[in-house]
T-cell receptor, first 115, second 109 residues
Framework: DAGVTQSPTHLIKTRGQQVTLRCSPK?????VSWYQQALGQGPQFIFQ???????QRGNFPDRFSGHQFPNYSSELNVNALLLGDSALYLC??????????????FGPGTRLTVL | KNEVEQSPQNLTAQEGEFITINCSYS?????LHWLQQHPGGGIVSLFM???GKKKHGRLIATINIQEKHSSLHITASHPRDSAVYIC???????????FGKGTKLTVNP
């Protein structure tokens, strides 16, 4: 079992550009959450996808959007990048069958730097 | 005020010492999670608990629901325990996690 995988590992973009980050959940997991972790801070919830729909959303602007595919993998898209979007982006997968106490499995993260 | 508060923010210990990290929360929860984050970013789930106490090796996690407080203890600490330890809560059936800012632990040999 490969666990949760994310790509790319690192990414450098310039202000105003758009970026797409990818996540493949742990085998058998159908729910994917995305988190943003700024340097020295705890992760902040962006949104969660289940059955290809956004089920819950945190306090992030519409520039942040996502998608979930039939194989449960997910993408996070950020448009019109700002310097403040520089962060580690974490994906976590859950087996919804164990909800609401499901253990979350985290990927290694994508470090985004906006110049 | 953050919904999840951790203390201390930074902790330095000598190998072999007993470590305690505290977490207080101000919202209703369905479960509390302790996670470990190493340099480079990867996060590993250590414990998920909704009551009482759990033990895994040298790690012990306790929670007091009435006081809205949890502690993570590390016995016989080792330099490989050096990491950021994060407390997070999931609320009312939602699987969204609300995180504390983390406690950076350094264990010196």
């Amino acid at each position: 079992d490969a666990g949760v995988t994310q790509s790319p590992t690192h990414l450098i973009k310039t202000r105003g550009q758009q970026v797409t980050l990818r996540c493949s959940p742990k085998s058998g997991h159908d729910t994917v959450s995305w988190y943003q972790q700024a340097l020295g801070q705890g992760p902040q919830f962006i949104f969660q996808y289940y059955e290809e729909e956004e089920r819950q959303r945190g306090n992030f602007p519409d520039r942040f959007s996502g998608h979930q595919f039939p194989n449960y993998s997910s993408e996070l898209n950020v448009n019109a990048l700002l310097l403040g979007d520089s962060a580690l982006y974490l994906c976590a997968s859950i087996d919804a069958g164990t909800s609401p106490f499901g253990e979350q499995f985290f990927g290694p993260g994508t470090r985004l730097t906006v110049l | 005020k953050n919904e999840v508060e951790q203390s201390p923010q930074n902790l330095t210990a000598q190998e072999g010492e007993f470590i305690t990290i505290n977490c207080s929360y101000s919202v209703g929860i369905s479960a509390l999670h302790w996670l470990q984050q190493h340099p480079g970013g990867g996060i590993v789930s250590l414990f998920m608990l909704s009551s009482g106490k759990k033990k895994h090796g040298r790690l012990i996690a306790t929670i007091n629901i009435q006081e809205k407080h949890s502690s993570l203890h590390i016995t016989a600490s080792h330099p490989r325990d050096s990491a950021v330890y994060i407390c997070a809560v999931s609320q009312g059936g939602s699987e969204k996690l609300v995180f504390g800012k983390g406690t950076k632990l350094t264990v010196n040999p």
